[in-house]
T-cell receptor
Framework: AQKVTQAQTEISVVEKEDVTLDCVYE???????LFWYKQPPSGELVFLIR??????QNEISGRYSWNFQKSTSSFNFTITASQVVDSAVYFCALSTNFGNEKLTFGTGTRLTIIP | GAGVSQSPSNKVTEKGKDVELRCDPISGHTALYWYRQSLGQGLEFLIYFQGNSAPDKSGLPSDRFSAERTGGSVSTLTIQRTQQEDSAVYLC?????????????FGPGTRLTVT
């Protein structure tokens, strides 16, 4: 069985601060995929990133960066110089079976950026 | 291009009535997923379609829930004899389903309220 844990339920930071959202996953599969989604107040889930288990390179996209560490089963997400528009609920998710990529989601982290 | 669309956006129904929720995936996406999001249960997988077949229905909570997909495109989720615990946001997602391109794109959801 798969499991994704996002221990941080809510985080508030002042605008322009950096913030890291934690994600820890559990799976017995050796091939798996990790995702981050953003759910703004409008409600629609927005895809941010997909990472394969065999690619541990960290990734940076603008102010966003992701740190994937298989040794600790973590896939953390950092926002640099946060902005009010980053306020949302962020979900980490896992899929393990190519051919049926159903997602197992964490419980989400609600991020509030204070202007 | 057009994203995933769902209708209706909101549905209020009386306990015991049947409801149908519709999903139009992104054109060309062969895989389609239904999830539901509720306060108590978070984001849960319901069913997965590859083309018109549903190889994984493991998330459907009871036999009151069914889904079909026609023409490899539109999907309908039907809930019979609705109960108050069915109240949730029902989300549809689609993906291209080819190796290396497994991310799912979500629709805006249908908010179902059972009174």
């Amino acid at each position: 069985a798969q499991k994704v844990t996002q221990a941080q339920t809510e985080i508030s930071v002042v605008e322009k601060e950096d913030v890291t959202l934690d994600c820890v996953y559990e799976t017995r599969d050796t091939t798996y995929y990790l995702f981050w989604y953003k759910q703004p107040p409008s409600g629609e889930l927005v895809f941010l990133i997909r990472r394969n288990s065999f690619d541990e390179q960290n990734e940076i996209s603008g102010r966003y960066s992701w740190n994937f560490q298989k040794s600790t089963s973590s896939f953390n997400f950092t926002i640099t110089a946060s902005q009010v528009v980053d306020s949302a609920v962020y979900f980490c998710a896992l899929s393990t079976n190519f051919g049926n990529e159903k997602l197992t989601f964490g419980t989400g982290t609600r991020l509030t950026i204070i202007p | 291009g057009a994203g995933v669309s769902q209708s209706p956006s909101n549905k209020v129904t009386e306990k015991g009535k049947d409801v149908e929720l519709r999903c139009d995936p992104i054109s060309g996406h062969t895989a389609l997923y239904w999830y539901r999001q509720s306060l108590g249960q978070g984001l849960e997988f319901l069913i997965y379609f590859q083309g018109n077949s549903a190889p994984d229905k493991s998330g459907l909570p009871s036999d009151r829930f069914s889904a079909e997909r026609t023409g490899g495109s539109v999907s309908t989720l039907t809930i019979q004899r609705t109960q108050q615990e069915d109240s949730a946001v029902y989300l549809c997602a689609s993906s291209l389903h080819s190796r290396g391109r497994t991310e799912q794109y979500f629709g805006p959801g249908t908010r179902l309220t059972v009174t």
